[in-house]
């Protein structure tokens, strides 16, 4: 099995890596199913790397029905450190406008149909979300745009929280204002449980979110539809490969520490010693173990 440091999780209109090289497709089996698609390892500019489209390569599965427990063991078990989420969102503030991108630090978790942990059936543990983006890699992230010479051409906003719904629906009205009244900066239908899940397999995450529309808030837009979402992401796509690919060779280099590294730390409840063989098995690559 081919190992990586690094992973990178596409979204929406991301379903591969134009950067990545020696590429090998990795079937990888789970205690929780089997990932989305064919993770696929390979190299870009000398570093490993493990990339998985979130929704399947021909975009198959709702939000609902990605099978995050899975898709994150997967990347687990190649040795996947530092995570890189690409994904579509709906802005719910003014100065956030199509086509910009957001570094979001925050979530808001209004998924209703998910497993969103590891832990349970024999062992207890509760990972803290105070810090559920780590700030090494989206700080990564930002330079990364600047490395790609991007600085003149796309908008960045850091900081916000990103509001995840169940979807595949897209908001009411009504939602789309009592989401703005909590404070949410974007929109978005994946990256929960996402980071809960990455942060109890102690990985470093972070999410470059891809502005596509003002969700239907605003008055002066149009409300947002896929296709105009995917629309506005596709000539977002370009960018966003050539920032990942630059987040990766500095990530590469620098391998910066991660208060994630070490999550379960002060997490377990129930001690190692006192889990079952079996629940050790299951849990073993969220501490680095095969």
Not at 85 to 95: F, I, K, N, Q, Y
Not at 243 to 252: Q, T
Request: neutral net charge; aromatic residues 6%; glycine residues 8%.
């Amino acid at each position: 099995m081919t190992k990586a440091v690094i992973g990178v999780i596409g979204g929406s209109g991301l379903y591969h890596m134009a950067a990545l090289e020696n590429a090998q497709e990795q079937r990888i089996d789970t205690p929780y199913g089997p990932p989305s698609d064919a993770i696929v390892t390979g190299e870009v500019s000398g570093v490993p790397v493990a990339f998985l489209a979130r929704h399947g390569r021909g975009h198959r599965l709702i939000p609902s029905e990605v099978p995050y427990r899975a898709n994150i063991h997967a990347l687990r078990q190649l040795g996947v450190r530092y995570l890189i989420s690409l994904s579509a969102v709906g802005s719910l503030r003014e100065e956030m406008r199509p086509l910009d991108m957001v570094l979001p630090d925050q979530f808001i978790d209004m998924t209703r149909r998910r497993d969103g942990t590891f832990f349970g059936a024999g062992a207890v543990a509760h990972v803290s979300m105070a810090q559920p983006v780590c700030p090494a890699v989206s700080d990564v992230l930002a330079r990364a745009l600047a490395a790609a010479g991007l600085h003149d051409k796309v908008r960045l906003h850091r900081g916000g929280t990103y509001l995840c719904i169940e979807g595949p629906q897209f908001s009411t009205r009504a939602e789309s204002h009592w989401y703005r009244s909590m404070g949410a900066s974007v929109i978005g239908m994946t990256n929960m449980p996402e980071a809960r899940l990455a942060l109890e397999a102690q990985m470093a995450y972070a999410t470059l979110a891809m502005v596509t529309d003002y969700d239907c808030w605003n008055p002066r837009e149009a409300n947002v539809t896929a296709t105009s979402a995917i629309a506005n992401l596709l000539q977002n796509a370009e960018h966003a490969q050539a920032i990942a690919a630059h987040a990766i060779g500095i990530l590469g280099r620098e391998l910066p520490a991660s208060q994630a590294h070490t999550a379960l730390d002060a997490a377990l409840v129930t001690p190692r010693d006192a889990m079952a063989p079996e629940v050790l098995a299951r849990l073993a690559p969220l501490w680095g173990g095969a």
